[in-house]
């Protein structure tokens, strides 16, 4: 009887430290909308959320291509991509993994989250990175390798 009270006490414990943190987590992966990426090579977009009766208004060749989640309906996902295309794709073609893309122009990927940082690289638009963190103005990006700073208005795939 002790063993059981005792058991029981932990899980109620574990429960009460670790579960804001586990359903912030449960409702972090269902908020709507959200960030997320896409998981495949090829990604056909369509006009309704089945392959029946809507056709593939887009094909998107580019894995990693960050993509906002504004709808759920079943296994399908409305996204919307940087340039504002929306569309419904099959839900297993999208991976909850952080990426951005730069927009507008070249912009300075630099060490630290300071203008006045050393410049790491110029990259295009277009370019893609893994998001690793973002502070109030900046996000840590990696790509091939490094990992440097980007003001969060020079990026799409987090809110500004």
Same mark, same amino acid.
């Given at each position: 009887? /002790?063993?059981?009270?005792?058991?029981?006490?932990? !899980? !109620?414990?574990?429960?009460?430290?670790?579960?804001?943190?586990?359903?912030?987590?449960? *409702?972090? *992966?269902?908020?709507?909308?959200?960030?997320?990426?896409?998981?495949?090579?090829?990604?056909?977009?369509?006009? $309704?959320? *089945?392959?029946?009766?809507?056709? #593939?208004?887009?094909?998107?060749?580019?894995? $990693?291509?960050?993509?906002?989640? /504004?709808?759920?309906?079943?296994?399908?996902?409305?996204?919307?991509?940087?340039?504002?295309?929306?569309?419904?794709?099959?839900?297993?073609?999208?991976?909850?993994?952080?990426? +951005? #893309? +730069?927009?507008?122009?070249?912009?300075?990927?630099?060490?630290?989250?300071?203008? *006045?940082?050393?410049?790491?690289?110029?990259?295009?638009?277009? %370019?893609?990175?893994?998001?690793?963190?973002?502070? /109030?103005?900046?996000?840590?990006?990696?790509?091939? $390798?490094?990992?440097?700073? !980007?003001?969060?208005?020079?990026?799409?795939? %987090?809110?500004?």
């Amino acid at each position: 009887m /002790t063993n059981l009270f005792f058991l029981i006490s932990f !899980l !109620l414990g574990l429960s009460i430290v670790f579960g804001s943190d586990f359903v912030s987590y449960a *409702n972090e *992966n269902n908020k709507i909308p959200r960030f997320a990426s896409l998981k495949a090579d090829e990604v056909n977009l369509r006009i $309704g959320p *089945n392959k029946k009766d809507f056709p #593939i208004e887009w094909v998107y060749k580019r894995r $990693g291509l960050p993509v906002e989640i /504004t709808a759920v309906s079943d296994t399908w996902r409305r996204i919307r991509d940087h340039e504002g295309t929306t569309g419904w794709v099959w839900h297993s073609l999208i991976s909850s993994k952080r990426t +951005v #893309i +730069v927009i507008d122009e070249n912009r300075t990927l630099h060490y630290s989250p300071d203008y *006045n940082s050393k410049a790491l690289a110029i990259l295009e638009p277009g %370019v893609i990175g893994n998001l690793l963190a973002c502070n /109030t103005n900046w996000c840590q990006i990696e790509l091939r $390798g490094k990992k440097g700073w !980007l003001k969060r208005s020079h990026i799409w795939g %987090v809110r500004n």
